[in-house]
């Protein structure tokens, strides 16, 4: 999938009590599932998967309101709008409900940048309210509505290099998520790392996050991340936070994360064997408090010579690598807001 993106944010200070933001985005999104050429005496034949393309635009406007000292809330409206665009064929089926590949009754053609069928437009509104309740205290609300107009087709039940991007189109309607997080915690600001994304349908899908800070792991227990599909399978995730760089705000010493540095996160589908080895090695970590477990010895795969079990794990999975991001003055102004 490759991507072409405008981006302009707007800042408009109406008073000492209200900032208003505003902004549009424009995407432009080429869809490329890729290809298979066959050799000259190949038994196979060569296939090239369809190409689509798609329109994503949005705007949106919000007020970042002061009421009083310890209150404050943002609010806003996102409209969005997604159009598929040609050039492309679209087929018709029998029963567009349950469309099926031995049901087809016709096929119509567009033209390069002709539009595909009817935009999809959705209004996502936004808020979330701050109270202070003490000196390093506060309670936190919020509800955001989104719509997921970009989808990943796979036919596994673990991320694989055959996976492919579609956007929303004729048989694949946008994906409405409406969240709600109450939250209680100390008022201090601390930069985080958080991971958003469609988790495929199926049980038995297990991930592991690696954090490297200047192209060097964070290779501690305590940054040792991993989960299950259990309780999320088929959802889309929203901000599920992996690390925090949290410290005593006194200490400006101790951040991990400081301005310059940069950080990319490889994010790995694993089996249920390695998720069971990372979880008894967590555990075991974990020691010296009153609801620690008892010591016991972790199940990898490896043996000795002599056939005596050893610990360590083997292991080949699928790994998705983030962006690299630079922790630069506009994120590390967010602190100091």
């Known amino acids: 999938m490759r991507d072409y993106n405008f981006k302009q944010n707007f800042s408009w200070f109406l008073n000492t009590d209200n900032r208003i933001n505003f902004g549009l985005n424009l995407i432009r999104h080429r869809f490329e599932p890729g290809n298979i050429k066959a050799s000259e005496n190949s038994?196979?034949?060569?296939?090239?998967?369809t190409r689509y393309n798609a329109m994503d635009g949005s705007a949106y406007v919000?007020?970042?309101?002061?009421?009083?000292?310890?209150?404050?809330?943002?609010y806003g409206l996102r409209l969005s709008v997604f159009q598929q665009m040609g050039e492309g064929k679209v087929r018709e089926y029998l029963n567009p409900d349950s469309p099926q590949a031995d049901e087809v009754i016709n096929k119509i053609s567009y033209e390069k940048g002709e539009r595909i069928g009817s935009p999809f437009i959705n209004i996502e509104p936004r808020f979330s309210a701050?109270?202070?309740?003490?000196?390093?205290?506060?309670?936190?609300?919020?509800?955001?509505?989104?719509?997921?107009?970009?989808?990943?087709?796979?036919?596994?039940?673990?991320?694989?290099?055959?996976?492919i991007w579609l956007?929303?189109?004729?048989?694949?309607?946008p994906l409405i998520s409406n969240q709600v997080r109450p939250s209680l915690r100390g008022d201090n600001r601390f930069l985080g790392i958080f991971t958003y994304g469609n988790e495929p349908q199926g049980l038995g899908n297990f991930y592991k996050w690696d954090i490297y800070i200047n192209d060097t792991l964070l290779s501690q227990s305590d940054f040792l991340i991993f989960a299950s599909d259990e309780l999320v399978d088929g959802n889309y995730i929203y901000s599920f936070e992996i690390f925090t760089d949290f410290h005593q705000p006194s200490k400006p010493e101790d951040r991990r994360l400081k301005l310059g540095d940069?950080?990319?996160?490889?994010?790995?589908?694993?089996?249920?064997?390695?998720?069971?080895?990372?979880?008894?090695?967590?555990?075991?970590a974990q020691t010296g408090s009153l609801f620690s477990v008892p010591p016991?010895?972790?199940?990898?795969?490896?043996?000795?010579?002599?056939?005596?079990?050893?610990?360590?794990?083997?292991?080949?999975h699928d790994v998705s690598n983030s962006n690299v991001v630079v922790i630069d003055e506009r994120i590390e102004n967010k602190l100091r807001k």
């Open 43 to 49: 038994f196979f034949q060569t296939l090239n998967l």
């Open 167 to 173: 956007p929303s189109n004729k048989y694949i309607k």
């Open 296 to 316: 016991a010895n972790i199940q990898g795969n490896f043996t000795a010579s002599d056939g005596n079990p050893v610990l360590g794990l083997f292991t080949a």
């Open 262 to 284: 940069t950080v990319l996160v490889k994010q790995t589908s694993i089996s249920a064997f390695a998720y069971n080895f990372y979880f008894q090695l967590f555990n075991q």
């Open 130 to 163: 701050r109270l202070i309740t003490g000196p390093t205290s506060s309670v936190k609300a919020s509800y955001n509505r989104m719509a997921q107009n970009l989808h990943l087709i796979s036919n596994t039940n673990s991320p694989t290099p055959l996976d």
């Open 62 to 74: 919000s007020n970042e309101q002061k009421i009083g000292d310890l209150f404050s809330m943002e």
